[in-house]
T-cell receptor, first 112, second 114 residues
Framework: SQQGEEDPQALSIQEGENATMNCSYK?????LQWYRQNSGRGLVHLIL?????REKHSGRLRVTLDTSKKSSSLLITASRAADTASYFC????????????FGAGTRLTVKP | EPEVTQTPSHQVTQMGQEVILRCVPI?????FYWYRQILGQKVEFLVS????????KSEIFDDQFSVERPDGSNFTLKIRSTKLEDSAMYFC????????????FGPGTRLLVL
């Protein structure tokens, strides 16, 4: 399976600190996407990074991709209580599949 | 900003009943997907749909499931005879293009089978 697997499973930090979440996957990908999910709610797309990209920024988010290690990281800088959510990475396959495979997610808690 | 919408937000049904979950993808998108998330577990792919036919489906998507695009805007998931283990949050998603395109998710339908 080429699904992403995130670590840590849970992360608790203070407001203002940075949060780093990691994702590993098993096979070649076309792109990797990070999503956020508030408890019991839908998935919100954060960033898509393509296999030929190494780093991408969006506001306080920074995503890196290392295809040689088959891993990605999501950094949230200057975290806020509102960042409290589960964060998932999702990978597609490099062949004809167009479905995405999700990891189990990292549950981030930002304490005010 | 355009978004994917889903109805109903919650559905309670008896085991063995048929349910239809509805989605309205983003209007210029061509690819449509259904995923499900059992409580406390990871999001799982069910099926993708393009050009009025299924392009991929997972092992979860058995003969009890079907999808349809009955008109130019709706995309539906039907579960023919629900089982207790079908209880989950069902997410619809759509994308402009295939592999290199962001998939945008709807808010989900929470299905409870009693």
């Amino acid at each position: 399976s080429q699904q992403g697997e995130e670590d840590p499973q849970a992360l608790s930090i203070q407001e203002g600190e940075n949060a780093t979440m990691n994702c590993s996957y098993k096979t070649s990908i076309n792109n990797l996407q990070w999503y956020r999910q508030n408890s019991g709610r839908g998935l919100v797309h954060l960033i898509l990074i393509r296999s030929n990209e190494r780093e991408k920024h969006s506001g306080r988010l920074r995503v890196t991709l290392d295809t040689s290690k088959k891993s990605s990281s999501l950094l949230i800088t200057a975290s806020r209580a509102a960042d409290t959510a589960s964060y998932f990475c999702a990978t597609d396959a490099s062949v004809r599949n167009n479905d995405m495979r999700f990891g189990a997610g990292t549950r981030l808690t930002v304490k005010p | 900003e355009p978004e994917v919408t889903q109805t109903p937000s919650h559905q309670v049904t008896q085991m063995g009943q048929e349910v239809i979950l509805r989605c309205v993808p983003i209007s210029n998108h061509l690819y449509f997907y259904w995923y499900r998330q059992i409580l406390g577990q990871k999001v799982e792919f069910l099926v993708s749909f393009y050009n009025n036919e299924i392009s991929e489906k997972s092992e979860i998507f058995d003969d009890q499931f079907s999808v349809e695009r009955p008109d130019g805007s709706n995309f539906t998931l039907k579960i023919r005879s629900t089982k207790l283990e079908d209880s989950a949050m069902y997410f619809c998603a759509s994308s402009e293009a295939w592999r290199t395109s962001t998939q945008y998710f709807g808010p989900g339908t929470r299905l409870l089978v009693l």
